[in-house]
């Protein structure tokens, strides 16, 4: 049962441009969405996160948006720099429960 | 900055033995869990731990799989007759869950490739 999903495998963008990750979530219980950022052979990091009550947060080069109606979260990274290749986790949890429901990734490739 | 430690990085074994994945978590924090990645698949819940038991778990966490935190530091998962589709990533986390706010996430380990032979 996938809840999360990341439809787009990989993504490809040159230095300096935008780079938008999407995510989509089936469970209306989610209340709260991260994303994580895994180099090969090491654990996933932790990047940003909301909260259902906002739509947007921002850190630096990073911005998550929720659109709650649609079910869909999107990462947006700019400017986009090579050391952002990576492979990128969206993650959702409920408020009733302690357990993250991670996609299938999505692997970022920033071209120099 | 705080991080959770996993060894071995790596563990090779033959079909039908046991093995244990080891895992220090962050110290003060109270929820622990297991995760795995099949090679080229989706990171999958194992299961969570709080409070000395098991608060949650996954279809995936059969009887062939446990958990036990033998002292204050340590977290480990079991799992006791191998097959070949337990070769994966294994990945520890912990939480601050219950701190409140927004801050609660998961901190990984760098994992534990298993490889099944």
């Known amino acids: 049962d996938q809840q999360v999903k990341q439809n787009s495998p990989s993504l490809s963008v040159q230095e300096g441009r935008i780079s938008i990750l999407n995510c989509d979530y089936t469970n209306s219980m989610f209340d709260y969405f991260l994303w994580y950022k895994k180099y090969p052979a090491e654990g996933p990091t932790f990047l940003i996160s909301i909260s259902s009550i906002k739509d947007k947060n921002e850190d630096g080069r990073f911005t998550v948006f929720l659109n709650k109606s649609a079910k869909h979260l999107s990462l947006h990274i700019v400017p986009s720099q090579p050391g952002d290749s990576a492979v990128y986790f969206c993650?959702?949890?409920?408020?009733?429960?302690?357990?993250?429901?991670f996609g299938t990734g999505t692997s970022l490739t920033v071209i120099p | 900055e705080p991080e959770v430690t996993q060894t071995p990085s790596h563990q090779v074994t033959q079909m039908g033995q046991e093995v244990i994945l080891r895992c220090v978590p962050i110290s003060n924090h109270l929820y622990f869990y297991w995760y795995r990645q099949i090679l080229g698949q989706k990171v999958e819940f194992l299961v969570s731990?709080?409070?000395?038991?098991?608060s949650e778990k996954s279809e995936i966490f059969d009887d062939q799989f446990s958990v036990e935190r033998p002292d204050g530091s340590n977290f480990t998962l079991k799992i006791r007759s191998t097959k070949l589709e337990d070769s994966a990533m294994y990945f520890c986390a912990s939480s601050d869950w219950g701190s409140g706010g927004l801050n609660e996430k998961l901190f990984f380990g760098s994992g534990t490739q298993l490889s099944v032979l």
């Open positions: 731990f709080y409070n000395n038991e098991i």
């Open positions: 993650a959702a949890s409920a408020y009733n429960g302690n357990q993250f429901y």
